[in-house]
């Protein structure tokens, strides 16, 4: 995979085939930047989701159903920037595919199940934090860690299944039928069919979940902010229940702001993905929703203090000490 100079006459990824796609011409100098650059946010994005991951996974405290969609979102994002960036930025710095159609179709999967399980996982924030503000007696019931890790499995089971039919049957295992495609490339071929079902299946119908779930959510914790500014004004006391709510509509509003981050990033994706030409425009849209997911947890630095301790105690390497699962990491320093 060396570059090409300006000066260089066209080059072919794969000179020795006559269907071989032209290879792009950079200079050495934008070639070494692209390079370090797109291996900086990979190795940014993979060590904050491992920090996040360590932490949920390591301390006892922090094993509640929300905490497992966040744990799920986090690996999510490690895989982004494990798996995702790394293809992405040689397809986009080497401007040629070498790694032939059976990689690029099992690429294509593996790219399409994270980020529709990333999709999927937000849904599940949009549903705990209804049940927990809109329905909290039914909460413990129904919303237990068991359930929580059964329905996140459900759905990379099945969006697993849905993007190895999708793959399979838009023909990315075996490119060399169609006379559109060069050898050296890995393009996203859908037929009218499938951009439909995909765009429906994969983005408006979790969006329109969403968004009903969180309006529905902030009308609810308007209604309950009122009532208890209502009594604190009146010099009642406020019940334990009513802080109680207060904390709840105080992760909704939390996990609100990653739900709207991630959208603000996917919408205008999609929306020029159907009506732009521009592949530079896709191409820098793309890498936004990748960078998004090196955004979530500074995020969780900036409205969780739980997450700043064990951030510590992973960097200082203390929880290898006896028991350090069972610190108590929401007691004030």
């Not at 604190?232 to 709207?260: D, F, Q, Y």
Request: charged share 10%.
């Amino acid at each position: 995979m060396a570059y090409e100079t300006e000066d260089q006459e066209t080059q072919y990824c794969f000179p020795n085939i006559n269907s071989s796609c032209i290879k792009g011409k950079r200079s050495i100098h934008g070639y070494n930047i692209m390079y370090v650059f797109f291996s900086l946010l990979s190795v940014w994005t993979v060590f904050l989701n491992l920090l996040v991951i360590i932490s949920i996974s390591h301390f006892k405290k922090l094993h509640t159903p929300t905490n497992m969609i966040i744990l799920s979102l986090a690996v999510n994002d490690l895989f982004i920037g494990l798996i995702v960036m790394p293809i992405q930025a040689i397809k986009q710095i080497e401007t040629c595919w070498y790694f032939g159609d059976t990689f690029c179709g099992l690429s294509l999967i593996l790219i399409g199940v994270i980020f529709s399980a990333s999709f999927s996982n937000l849904v599940l924030i949009a549903v705990d934090r209804y049940v927990a503000v809109c329905h909290p007696l039914l909460y413990p019931q129904k919303i237990t860690i068991t359930n929580m890790l059964m329905s996140i499995c459900l759905c990379w089971v099945y969006y697993s299944a849905y993007n190895t039919a999708f793959v399979i049957n838009n023909g990315y295992f075996d490119t060399s039928y169609s006379t559109e495609v060069c050898y050296g490339d890995c393009p996203v071929i859908m037929s009218f069919g499938w951009i439909v079902t995909d765009l429906f299946m994969s983005f408006i119908l979790p969006c329109v979940i969403m968004i009903t779930l969180y309006l529905r959510i902030f009308y609810v914790v308007h209604q309950q902010v009122k009532v208890i500014n209502s009594l604190m004004k009146g010099g009642k006391c406020v019940m334990k229940g009513s802080v109680k709510r207060k904390s709840e509509s105080k992760a909704a509003l939390t996990l609100g702001i990653i739900v709207s981050v991630y959208l603000l990033c996917y919408i205008p994706y999609y929306i020029c993905t159907l009506s732009v030409n521009s592949s530079t425009t896709i191409t820098v849209l793309g890498w936004t929703v990748y960078a998004n997911s090196g955004l979530n947890p500074l995020v969780y630095a900036l409205f969780y203090p739980w997450f700043k301790k064990t951030v510590k105690h992973v960097l200082t390497l203390t929880i290898f000490q006896p028991a350090s699962s069972l610190f108590n990491i929401f007691t004030e320093d």
